[in-house]
């Protein structure tokens, strides 16, 4: 069987990495010097990607994502995606969405600055209240 080929690196990380779970392509795809910020602390270079994965994968199975829209402009892909997953401790089905702006240099992955909305992750999984946001918004 033929291994899918995609245009963008942005499609080629998110299907092999985390619908393949194959990280084998972390040492193709990202840069040493990479650094990707808004998923909690930075991820550095191949190493952090490693353990990132290592512990998302340990969290959630099942793992699909899909990129829902892409737009490319010389060296940077912009990307809104979503993803549905299992939650391995308690076997809820939940859903994150996001955008990610990667920087790409020498064919690599050299950033990438993540937009992550958890909520309603956090809310599926009762460990925030489906109000927070709106109370939180409340005027005083």
Known sequence: MSQKTFETLTETFMERVWNQLDTTVIDELVADEHVSYG?????????????????????????????????????????????????????????????????IRDGQILAGYNSVDFIPMLVTLNLMPGDAVEKALTPA
């Open 39 to 103: 998923v909690g602390d930075p991820i550095e270079g191949k190493p952090g990607w490693y353990g990132f994965h290592a512990a998302f994968t340990a969290a959630f199975s099942d793992i699909q994502i899909t990129v829902e829209d892409l737009v490319v402009s010389g060296d940077k892909e912009a990307s809104r995606w979503t993803g549905t997953m299992v939650h391995r401790a308690s076997g809820t089905p939940v859903t994150l969405s996001g955008m990610i702006i990667i920087h």
